[in-house]
């Protein structure tokens, strides 16, 4: 269900930083593993980050596209997921969306998306 909800996309230039943020509502994100996927104009969904939920592992994965580039943390006072995305290229122009999927403790949620663009 629709119950995530992201926020921190914007425009950039090339090379610069953007930080998105993932929230939830009416359910513990901290207790979810949280998935970031993006969506370029044209193009099939690409998954870029994960992070295990807090009461696991605490693992984090990364697309080989954007691995060394983006980073995926929490904060657990927060109940956040952040993605922070360095040396932005043109080509990570995309809707950026976060989901957490069906498991032992958590359900399929997901958001609308934050776009970001980044410019040449």
């Known amino acids: 269900q629709v119950q995530l909800v992201e926020s921190g996309g914007g425009s950039v230039q090339a090379g610069g930083s953007l930080t998105l943020s993932c929230t939830s509502r009416?359910?513990?994100?901290?207790?979810?593993?949280t998935h970031w996927y993006r969506q370029a104009a044209g193009k099939n969904r690409e998954w870029v980050s994960s992070i295990s939920a807090l009461s696991t592992d605490s693992s984090t994965s990364y697309a080989n596209s954007v691995k060394d580039r983006f980073a995926i943390s929490r904060d657990k006072a927060k109940d956040t997921v952040y993605l922070v995305m360095n040396r932005l290229k043109p080509e990570a122009t995309a809707l950026y969306s976060c989901?957490?999927?069906?498991?032992?403790?958590?359900?399929?949620?997901w958001g609308q998306g934050t776009q970001v663009t980044v410019s040449p």
């Open positions: 989901e957490t999927h069906a498991g032992r403790a958590c359900n399929y949620h």
């Open positions: 009416g359910f513990t994100l901290n207790s979810c593993a």
